[in-house]
């Protein structure tokens, strides 16, 4: 079964470049959530989005800014990196078939942010 | 606002012992919750979850965990560790709205001691 898939698994950069991370989401998948993973911390939500719509807005920079295109894929975009920025970032997909029912966020690999 | 808090940042059992970590939940509405596992430098699997129906939940991997409303607590077991659940745990909560976002707890290092 197809599954989230994010690029580039790996990113290296310096302080104050830009960054952009892609996240496709499982075919026929409405709904994409990123999350930050800070080394040896939990996942935080940093946004999503459900129809290309933003639905839902964490602790995510002012320097960040994200979008959900026509094929539904998403991308991250982290501009003025920090050292602080250096984390594990996480791209989750789901189908909104009903309301008040649950629906899984089946979570991608990740995309393995260090900023030197 | 749902939130989780795991009890414990790091435990230790011996192989074939009982693995039991705690999470307890808040929320002003019944939530749905779960139990991730992270291996390292690994994304987050799906263990359990708990949305409605039967309180007591099985998951993968022998993993069970017990929906108990009066004390606001989903907590993990297995009656019987092995090397490999060596691994992060983290207990999640969302609303029931269908595309709520997740919140996580601080996780739980796991660890076997052979």
């Known amino acids: 079964a197809a599954g989230v898939i994010q690029s580039p698994r790996h990113l290296i950069k310096e302080k104050r470049e830009t960054a952009t991370l892609k996240c496709y989401p499982i075919p026929r998948h409405d709904t994409v959530y990123w999350y930050q993973q800070g080394p040896g911390q939990d996942p935080q939500f940093l946004i999503s989005f459900y129809e290309k719509m933003q639905s839902d807005k964490g602790s995510i920079p002012d320097r960040f800014s994200a979008q959900q295109f026509s094929d539904y894929h998403s991308e991250l975009n982290m501009s003025s990196l920090e050292l602080g920025d250096s984390a594990l970032y996480f791209c989750?997909?789901?189908?909104?078939?009903?309301?008040?029912?649950?629906?899984?966020?089946?979570f991608g690999p990740g995309t393995r942010l260090t900023v030197l | 606002a749902q939130s989780v808090t795991q009890l414990g940042s790091h435990v230790s059992v011996s192989e074939g012992a009982l693995v039991l970590l705690r999470c307890n939940y808040s929320?002003?509405?019944?939530?749905?919750l779960f139990w991730y596992v992270q291996y390292p430098n690994q994304g987050l699997q799906l263990l359990l979850k708990y949305t409605t129906g039967a309180t007591l939940v099985k998951g993968i991997n022998g993993f069970e965990a017990e929906f108990k409303k009066s004390e606001t607590s989903f907590h993990l077991t297995k009656p019987s560790a092995h090397m490999s659940d060596a691994a992060e745990y983290f207990c999640a909560v969302s609303g029931v709205f269908g595309n709520e976002k997740l919140t996580f707890g601080t996780g739980t290092r796991l660890t076997i001691i052979p």
């Open positions: 929320s002003s509405v019944p939530p749905y």
């Open positions: 989750a997909s789901s189908l909104l078939w009903r309301l008040l029912s649950y629906n899984e966020q089946f």
